[in-house]
């Protein structure tokens, strides 16, 4: 700036000194320019009258055009301004003039300096009336309208103008409140919405004061996600925002309140200067995780990004509508529309030279283009050729990785329970015709308003029961006292933790459970269903917050300030919005939860679970395509079922002819437990009776005073795990003396849970119990989904359609589109290829999901294991896996060639890798041993380099692919401890002198192809890799973002690669057979489609939504062989933004998808 003070006196001298900008500040505080100015300077400025009078003796071309800058000092000596003053004074004909501030607060206007052009703009303290009466006074031309700017102030003022233009908002009420009588106001607050003027917001909803600068800012979540609210406020620190407990709204002052939009977390600032020039930043958001994101100077990260044409015309109206020539206002993307939630005003872009280049090339045009006329000052508007967008691209023969799709199933959980009972007081039936039950007979209560009513039932049944015993109370004491002792449990309700279903039986019970007695009573009945239990438990978060993290080592480079740091490529993509990143979640709240924890690992974020939940995971649950309705089973899986219990409940040893029927297959998982298990029959009788010790066992704690209060893990007691295993115990074994094979499943669940959870109690034979239950389950679980490969098949693609149709689109559409935050190339120097997006898309769901999707790559024929080795391997790999445990990961990876003809079948690589998950508790020993993760960025193995050299290997030749790994060890109860030799595969730790040479039990988390040391020789011919190289990572010499060792955490087991060479196209046509063989193709995936692509409706998990019939979703109650929109109801799970159902009913549809 001092260059540009120098030379100030040329606003006298006429055009003396052209070669020097002009550039005259007047103000005292300024010493170090001070001495740099000729003493008569200051002088000069003030002297504006006459100064002005002996300019126009000189003849009237000469005079220069005066801009004048008339704003608060922190504003107008602003880095920013400074530097687009200083590139504004070397336009030929204009001079600055700087008010200082102690004019413009204590001078009478008439005082003021002249110019022919005033820059104005309000900010805290600044006296808005003067300029506005100093504009009158003078008349210069106005950059920024003063008048506009009270309105500004405002947000209810800014709304309306925003409104009148057409400009898409989010739905808002205003709220006023009379100061001196804040009651008196028309605002209805229930749990999970607020009432406004009578229109209605559910939570999550935004509540804003309705002055601007007031930027305390609430958002307020659904006790579905854990209710409470996110605080925004202006930037502390590094702090932008904390998350609070306090789930109710603000009682004093006005506020407007909004729909909260679905943005994945990240914000989009737009800086206009006059209505053709809109600058756009992404940054994250504020509601996020409240914390900032500073580079190494300590300024917020925040990365260019394109406007699409409809982003580009907002800008131009928002500009033209507030009068505001550089204004800044933000812009929230969600569901494929762009959003104004607010507009700021006079802003300017911190740090971009190229903005502020723009900026004063804009803004001196526009000066220029307005007063060279009076000023006879000869101008043409200079035109430009645009600039050409230089992309610079990867070099070499690099494959880019494009597409990243994980199927993931959720994390440890409690064990699921639920409890059935016939019921028929009037109450009940009162209750199912409120939430529409008899629509289609069903109904699913899960808001906590509605659990509220049905405890209430039961509380008032217990009453009238214990007041006189011979009333019509048919509903049984015990099971109403267990409803109410679940429904009281945790003090509050959270939709996460407990539903209940009715189901409505025209002619009473349909069978008698083991725990009903034959009383059959004629007339309708519901049958109640309560489930609860089956929560994401803390080791279950921080197994999904660990893998989160781990991820991030799947994705290449780490350029600049990440450099050295493993997975920082990741971080670097998703910041740089390079990263297309969707997260989607079945409905439940243990799949939620998951999706939550591990996002929360992967993108490095901190804090609470619930503002990551609500706005980086979608719900996928209105279109089958993560959820299945476990009601309605698939005619193949009951006959299933049913054979399954046949050869089951034999008392004999296994046949080799049941070894046929069980295992057609010849699985070795599955013999190995047949094996073991010999007699089902006694095998049961075992477990049953080891139950029986265990419920004992549990009773004589009970009877213990020290120990009858003792806390188990995530707060259960002693008295609801005695429930939890005598309702086991009871269901068991049937009245017949027969076993109930379909609760094989939930014995392994629990012992899995206390062996892990509850090992402190220190119960005799639990081991033997898990041992037992674990070789049923082993038969049980896997077979429920299908026996032959035929039924397999069947079976998964019940489920698995609409997620296959998914998937292939992901695959398909790794081709750019708009919605997306693409890069402003010409910004961005310094990240490699700009335009190109990295597309990750994740799916958390259940364990059904998982178990099919990998039937269908196993059986669907997408490989013919005779010809294709690696395959044959991967499937002998399947086959010996025992069980698909929490956090089982399949996942495809879609690399691009660029230097490969686009057309051809070369030019697109797709890769499979699979994990079974969380490692059991004996699993040590029996581990099948695939062959690692063999990501084609491996080198063909003749150019591997030997261990030794890894380490140089990135420094010296950067080209050189490493493999993308990080080996760590973990063991089990002690603290992570990470091998200091980071690029090699010997993950032997000196600590641990327990590990197996093969490395087997360490934890590998995408550990590359073994060494040739470790590995038996023969594996390692088959893999002749295509020399391709990918990317070189450099890996840091020291643990990054330390994992916190949390010791009861089981470890995950690394992924490993099924098939490393697969051609897009292969994998397309595989998809497009698999799904057109399916029997229910049609009508699963039109409901799918038509509630997943609507533009329209890619609703987030919380996306606005008018107050909906409480059923859950209702389409998932409707017989799969309707299509979706068939029957009135507006799905809940469709947001009202869009129509609910496709435009037209025609077979043909169209879809538009923007995703």
Same mark, same amino acid.
């Given at each position: ?455 209430? *039932? ?292 629990? *012992? ?404």
């Amino acid at each position: 700036m001092s260059e540009a003070c120098a030379g100030g006196g040329g606003a006298i001298h006429g055009r003396g000194h052209r070669d020097v900008p002009h550039f005259v500040v007047g103000c005292e505080d300024d010493e170090q320019h001070m001495g740099q100015m000729e003493g008569g300077m200051k002088n000069k400025v003030f002297s504006v009258e006459g100064e002005m009078e002996d300019e126009d003796d000189e003849s009237p071309s000469e005079r220069q055009i005066v801009v004048g800058i008339c704003s608060m000092m922190k504003k107008s000596k602003s880095k920013p301004m400074t530097q687009i003053l200083e590139r504004l004074c070397k336009f030929d004909y204009i001079d600055v003039v700087i008010f200082p501030e102690e004019v413009i607060l204590d001078e009478p206007v008439e005082n003021w300096p002249l110019c022919d052009c005033l820059i104005s703009f309000h900010s805290k303290g600044f006296p808005l009336d003067k300029a506005v009466e100093y504009a009158k006074l003078r008349n210069p031309l106005l950059i920024n309208d003063l008048n506009m700017q009270y309105f500004i102030q405002d947000r209810r003022e800014v709304y309306r103008i925003l409104q009148e233009e057409g400009i898409d908002l989010p739905r808002y009420a205003v709220l006023n409140r009379d100061p001196n009588n804040p009651e008196e106001c028309n605002l209805v607050e229930g749990e999970d919405h607020v009432e406004v003027n009578g229109e209605v917001f559910p939570k999550p909803f935004v509540e804003k004061p309705v002055c601007a600068e007031d930027h305390n800012v609430y958002i307020y979540y659904p006790t579905s996600a854990g209710g409470g609210s996110q605080r925004l406020f202006r930037k502390i620190g590094s702090r932008s925002s904390v998350y609070s407990p306090e789930s109710s709204v603000r009682k004093t002052g006005s506020y407007i309140y909004e729909e909260f939009m679905p943005t994945d977390g990240t914000d989009v600032k737009v800086y206009t200067v006059g209505p053709d020039y809109a600058h756009a930043e992404a940054r994250k958001s504020p509601a996020l995780d409240g914390k900032v994101e500073r580079d190494s100077e300590g300024k917020e990260i925040r990365y260019p990004v394109m406007l699409t044409a409809m982003e580009k015309l907002v800008a131009r109206k928002v500009c033209l509508a507030f009068k505001q020539t550089v204004c800044g206002f933000d812009l929230l993307r969600a569901n494929g529309h762009s959003f104004v939630c607010d507009v700021n005003g006079f802003s300017f872009v911190k740090n971009s030279m190229k903005y502020y280049d723009d900026c004063a090339k804009v803004l001196g045009n526009m000066v220029m283009r307005e007063l060279a006329p009076q000023f006879h000052i000869p101008w043409s508007i200079p035109m430009e050729a645009e600039d050409i967008p230089i992309v610079p691209t990867t070099s070499g023969t690099m494959m880019e990785l494009r597409c990243v799709i994980a199927i993931i199933r959720h994390g440890d959980r409690t064990p699921k329970q639920k409890m059935k009972m016939e019921v028929r007081h009037p109450l009940f039936f009162e209750l199912f015709e409120k939430y529409g039950g008899y629509k289609s007979g069903k109904l699913k209560l899960k808001k906590p308003k509605q659990l509220q009513e049905v405890l209430d *039932i039961a509380r008032l049944l217990l009453v009238e029961l214990g007041q006189h015993n011979d009333c019509e109370i048919e509903e049984k004491k015990s099971k109403l006292e267990q409803l109410k002792t679940v429904l009281e449990m945790y003090g509050h309700f959270s939709g996460i933790n407990r539903k209940v279903q009715l189901t409505y039986l025209p002619n009473g019970q349909l069978k008698a459970s083991s725990e009903e007695e034959d009383s059959q009573k004629e007339g309708p009945s519901l049958l109640l269903v309560l489930k609860w239990g089956g929560e994401l438990t803390p080791a279950g978060r921080v197994q999904a917050e660990e893998l989160g993290r781990a991820f991030r080592c799947m994705y290449p480079g780490g350029q600049g300030d990440y450099a050295g740091f493993p997975g920082c490529g990741l971080l670097r993509l998703h910041s740089t919005y390079r990263h297309d990143l969707k997260i989607y979640a079945s409905d439940e709240g243990r799949v939620q939860m998951t999706a939550a924890a591990f996002a929360k690992g992967l993108l490095a974020l901190e804090g609470e679970l619930t503002p990551i939940l609500v706005q980086m995971v979608k719900s996928a649950n209105m279109n089958g395509l993560l959820d299945s309705d476990s009601d309605s089973l698939t005619d193949c899986q009951q006959k299933v079922k049913a054979r399954l219990h046949e050869i089951m409940q034999k008392n004999q040893s296994f046949t080799q002819e049941d070894y046929q029927k069980l295992a057609p297959t010849g699985s070795p998982s599955l013999v190995n437990s047949m094996d073991l298990i010999e007699n089902p029959v006694k095998t049961c009788d075992k477990v049953h009776a080891l139950i029986q010790s265990l419920t004992s066992q549990i009773r004589k704690r009970l009877e213990d005073p020290k120990s009858a209060d003792l806390q188990l893990y995530h707060s259960e007691t002693l008295e609801l795990m005695l429930q939890r295993w005598s309702k086991l115990e009871r269901d068991f074994r049937m009245k017949s003396g027969r076993y109930d094979i379909s609760k094989i499943p939930d014995i392994y669940d629990c *012992i899995k849970y206390d062996t892990q959870h509850n090992a402190s109690l220190g119960l005799e034979d639990t081991l033997e119990l898990f041992r037992l239950s674990r070789a049923l389950a082993d038969i049980v679980i896997p077979q429920e989904y299908g026996i032959s490969k035929a039924e397999k098949l069947d079976i998964a693609q019940a489920y698995c359609v609409p997620l296959l149709k998914k998937i292939q689109l992901d695959l398909q559409r790794t081709h750019e589109d708009e919605a997306v935050n693409k890069l402003h190339p010409l910004y961005s120097r310094g990240v490699m290829s700009p335009g190109r997006h990295v597309r990750t898309r994740l799916y958390f769901t259940s364990e059904s999901h998982v178990h099919s999707l990998l039937s269908i790559f196993r059986y669907g024929g997408l490989l013919d294991e005779e010809k294709d080795q690696q395959w044959k391997q991967a499937m002998d790999y399947l086959s010996a896996v025992t069980e698909l445990n929490y956090m089982t990961q399949i996942v495809i990876m879609l690399y691009e060639d660029n230097n490969k003809d686009p057309s051809s079948e070369e030019r697109f690589h797709v890769e499979l890798h699979f994990s079974p998950g969380v490692k059991g508790c004996e699993d040590e020993e029996n581990v099948p041993l695939g062959f690692g993760f063999r990501p084609a960025s491996s080198e063909n193995q003749d150019k591997q380099p030997n261990q030794g050299s890894l380490e140089d290997l990135s420094q010296d030749q950067p080209d050189q692919a490493i493999p993308i790994s990080e080996p760590i060890t973990i063991q089990r109860r002690c603290p992570m401890i990470r091998n200091r030799k980071t690029g090699s595969m010997e993950v032997l730790s000196e600590t641990s002198p327990t590990q197996s040479t093969k490395g087997s039990s360490s934890y590998r988390l995408f550990p590359s192809r073994q060494s040739p040391e470790v590995k038996p020789a023969s594996g390692l011919e088959l893999f002749s890799m295509p020399a391709v190289k990918r990317f070189s990572v450099s890996f840091a010499r020291h643990p990054t973002n330390g994992f916190e060792g949390c010791s009861m955490v089981p470890s995950i087991y690394p992924l490993e690669t099924l098939h490393n060479s697969l051609s897009l196209k292969q994998v397309d046509e595989f998809l497009n057979s698999v799904c057109e063989s399916s029997t229910e193709t049609h009508a699963k995936t039109m409901k799918a489609l038509s509630g997943l692509f609507d533009s329209q409706s890619q609703s987030s998990l919380y996306s606005p939504q008018q107050p909906l019939s409480s059923s859950g979703s209702e389409t998932s109650l409707r017989p799969p062989s309707r299509p979706l929109w068939y029957g009135s109801v507006p799905s809940s799970a469709v947001s009202s933004a869009g129509p609910s159902s496709p435009t037209t009913e025609s077979p043909s549809l169209h879809f538009s998808f923007t995703e």
